[in-house]
Antibody, heavy 127, light 110 residues
Framework: QVQLQQWGAGLLKPSETLSLTCAVY????????WSWIRQPPGKGLEWIGE???????NYNPSLKSRVTISVDTSKNQFSLKLSSVTAADTAVYYC?????????????????????WGQGTLVTVSS | QSVLTQPPSASGTPGQRVTISCSGS????????VNWYQQLPGTAPKLLIY???QRPSGVPDRFSGSKSGTSASLAISGLQSEDEADYYC???????????FGGGTKLTVL
């Protein structure tokens, strides 16, 4: 069974850098993109970005200038850094397994994207 | 503003059938598959429907999905109290080169 376990600092001051890590247990790590998604209190889901095992990334254009997602294939882990945080970045942050890829192509249909999620980490930005 | 448009709320009485819509465009729903997620308070979203109308194992057949053009819909029949939750649609957007979510629909079972 696939499990995602995430951790990181939960309280930040404005202008600091948010840092979270997600470890993947079970299943294939190399055949998927791995995403970060956030949810401000009382609001909807917002995709932040994704990475695959070779380090290829895609980012939400609205956050791209402040986001860095990295991967450590030796530990089946991937990480999120979000710089210069403000109160607007206060949210529950989730890691999730994304789209299945094989042989250079990615497939959205027969293996569902975002089928597995981490437990979520509440990150609060406050002075 | 979300790229995908969902009604903010929906409601029904036990046993009823309710439908939640998700409206997009040719660059997202019109050309990519749609998944639906159920989120209970204080928990991570759970995959409910994938590839428009496929149900993962364990999801009751009361839940079904469909797509028409640039819109998708989630239908819940035989509504039960435990269905009270937030529901989100999601898909890939070719123009944004990223995943997009609907704004979410809060379902209330009256």
């Amino acid at each position: 069974q696939v499990q995602l376990q995430q951790w990181g600092a939960g309280l930040l001051k404005p202008s600091e850098t948010l840092s979270l890590t997600c470890a993947v247990y079970g299943g294939s790590f190399s055949n998927y993109y791995w995403s970060w998604i956030r949810q401000p209190p009382g609001k909807g889901l917002e995709w932040i970005g994704e990475i695959n095992h070779s380090g290829s990334t895609n980012y939400n254009p609205s956050l791209k200038s402040r986001v860095t997602i990295s991967v450590d294939t030796s530990k089946n882990q991937f990480s999120l850094k979000l710089s210069s945080v403000t109160a607007a970045d206060t949210a529950v942050y989730y890691c999730a397994r994304g789209v299945y890829c094989s042989g250079g192509s990615c497939y959205q249909t027969f293996v569902p994207f975002f089928a597995y999620w981490g437990q979520g980490t509440l990150v609060t930005v406050s002075s | 503003q979300s790229v995908l448009t969902q009604p903010p709320s929906a409601s029904g009485t036990p046993g009823q059938r309710v439908t939640i819509s998700c409206s997009g465009s040719s660059s997202n729903i019109g050309s990519n598959t749609v998944n639906w997620y159920q989120q209970l308070p204080g928990t991570a979203p759970k995959l409910l429907i994938y590839n428009y109308n496929q149900r993962p194992s364990g999801v009751p057949d009361r839940f079904s999905g469909s797509k028409s053009g640039t819109s998708a819909s989630l239908a819940i029949s035989g509504l039960q109290s435990e269905d009270e939750a937030d529901y989100y649609c999601a898909t890939w957007d070719d123009s944004l080169n990223g995943w997009v979510f609907g704004g979410g629909t809060k379902l209330t079972v009256l």
